[in-house]
T-cell receptor
């Protein structure tokens, strides 16, 4: 398996522009997670999906952030409009979740390094 | 709510020396515990995990960790560090929920290895 795939790997944009980050989870996994990593705040969970349904988006910083998962093999994280404080590395992870009686590890993608000027 | 504390932001060890990275967690139920490693510019890779059973778990790259419920700790150890172990290490506690699972990460410990 190719693992979790994220694109682009690097994104540089100007303040106010729309940014879309993409993620392809591991085939067969039914949970998908978006994380943000910064020096100041470490790794933060932004949102996670189970069977394509958003379960917990309490980590999404504000309305400028939105995430979708139209099917089991694709998810996007969009920032509109972007601001310099959104500069961070954004990770996508996936896992196979089988309810409360089972816990499987999360597999992380390589991340997208976003720089907003 | 669950939380993870990694008290050491940076640790420097000599190549060949032993290593212990500390991790303390807060979680009401039996925790699922993980150690991940992140090399510069890379994503996170799972080193080892504890779900239940033997409290000493073995992982990849010669790492092991011991779960101590009485101390709410899950410290990572390696008997002899190699220069390639220089990276950032994250401890995490998992919450198994009705729909999916969540991970809460510690702030990370940066390991430097000196020759």
């Amino acid at each position: 398996d190719a693992g979790v795939i994220q694109s682009p790997r690097h994104e540089v944009t100007e303040m106010g522009q729309e940014v879309t980050l993409r993620c392809k989870p591991i085939s067969g996994h039914n949970s998908l997670f978006w994380y943000r990593q910064t020096m100041m705040r470490g790794l933060e969970l932004l949102i996670y999906f189970n069977n394509n349904v958003p379960i917990d988006d309490s980590g999404m910083p504000e309305d400028r952030f939105s995430a979708k998962m139209p099917n089991a093999s694709f998810s996007t994280l969009k920032i509109q409009p972007s601001e310099p404080r959104d500069s961070a590395v954004y990770f996508c992870a996936s896992s196979l979740s089988l309810g409360t009686s089972n816990y499987n590890e999360q597999f992380f993608g390589p991340g997208t390094r976003l720089t907003v000027l | 709510a669950q939380s993870v504390t990694q008290p050491d932001i940076h640790i420097t060890v000599s190549e060949g020396a032993s290593l212990e990275l500390r991790c303390n967690y807060s979680y009401g139920a039996t925790p699922y515990l993980f150690w991940y490693v992140q090399s510069p510019g890379q994503g996170l890779q799972l080193l080892l995990k504890y779900f239940s059973g033997d409290t000493l778990v073995q992982g990849i790259k010669g790492f092991e960790a011991e779960f101590k419920r009485s101390q709410s700790s899950f410290n990572l150890r390696k008997p002899s560090v190699h220069w390639s172990d220089a990276a950032e290490y994250f401890c995490a506690v998992g919450a198994s929920m009705e729909y999916g699972n969540k991970l809460v990460f510690g702030a990370g410990t940066i390991l430097r290895v000196k020759s």
